[in-house]
């Protein structure tokens, strides 16, 4: 049985990496160490490349964005539409950054926030690579309820590319470090990004969701589409993202919930305005 179930996970994988990817035997052969390069160029059917590195969840992260769709709910009212001002916190390698930036196009413009330094590093080649420096924006640091200094852990395991802030999340991530990285403030959101208005808010911050959308700034989430939060269920508390639910529906956001069926504890939730 444990045999079929992982014959049919590779086969799975197998036709999405097919259906993505226009160098899918490139990609295929990292996945396998067939070839040994640490980095390589993944081209997605469409207009999008990334750098990803071999070993790491990149490619199952890219197939999220553009073969599951996963910021692209239409039946939800979650998505980015030309001229949209997009807010990305929580940017990994650029994947849903750069993808926003191209539908959004020359009169948009994304705003991305992400504290690890090697995931900067790896968002700037990329930003790069898809010619999106003038619609793409980074911000090497994390958000958070108050300005300040502190420490993330970090997965240096081969296969797991996580992080969080929070100590309790630590044990979900093999290998931890540390790595002390630079905090701002959510409520000076509109100061940063020198914008009053903002369409659509993606977070995927690792536990971090729980401060940072309380902190939205009152007028910009007023005024905000949709939001599309990736969250993480805490060991303490593992019904608080039905916190977040209840918040963004007393701001007549209309909501909506997928959990995740391979990653217990982890879902989506999708919130559009009336």
């Not at 036709?15 to 226009?22: E, P």
């Not at 401060?211 to 700034?217: A, K, S």
């Amino acid at each position: 049985m444990v045999r079929m179930k992982n014959t049919l996970f590779f086969f799975k994988n197998f036709l999405n990496i097919l259906q993505t990817y226009q160098n899918w035997p490139v990609v295929l052969f990292h996945l396998q160490r067939v070839i040994g390069t640490p980095t390589y160029i993944a081209k997605i059917r469409g207009e999008e490349k990334f750098w990803v590195r071999q070993g790491i969840d990149d490619i199952f992260i890219l197939n999220e964005i553009f073969h599951d769709k996963m910021y692209d709910r239409p039946e939800y009212g979650c998505m980015v539409r030309e001229g949209d001002v997009v807010v990305d916190i929580g940017g990994y390698i650029g994947d849903f950054s750069i993808h926003a930036a191209r539908l959004a196009g020359k009169n948009g413009h994304v705003f991305c926030f992400e504290p690890i330094r090697e995931m900067c590093a790896v968002i700037q080649r990329n930003i790069m690579l898809n010619d999106c420096q003038k619609q793409v924006t980074l911000f090497p640091v994390a958000m958070g309820t108050e300005n300040k200094q502190d420490h993330i852990f970090v997965s240096s395991h081969i296969t797991n590319a996580g992080s969080s802030q929070f100590q309790e999340l630590q044990s979900d991530l093999q290998k931890t470090k540390t790595e002390k990285i630079d905090v701002y403030d959510m409520k000076d959101l509109e100061k940063i990004i020198k914008k009053a208005h903002v369409d659509v808010i993606k977070i995927d911050a690792e536990g971090g969701e729980y401060t940072i959308v309380p902190g939205i700034p009152i007028n910009m989430l007023k005024h905000c589409r949709c939001l599309m939060i990736e969250y993480h269920s805490l060991p303490s508390q593992p019904q608080a993202y039905q916190d977040l639910i209840t918040y963004l529906q007393k701001h007549n956001f209309v909501v909506y919930v997928e959990k995740n069926n391979f990653a217990p504890g982890i879902g989506m939730i999708y919130a559009s305005h009336i």
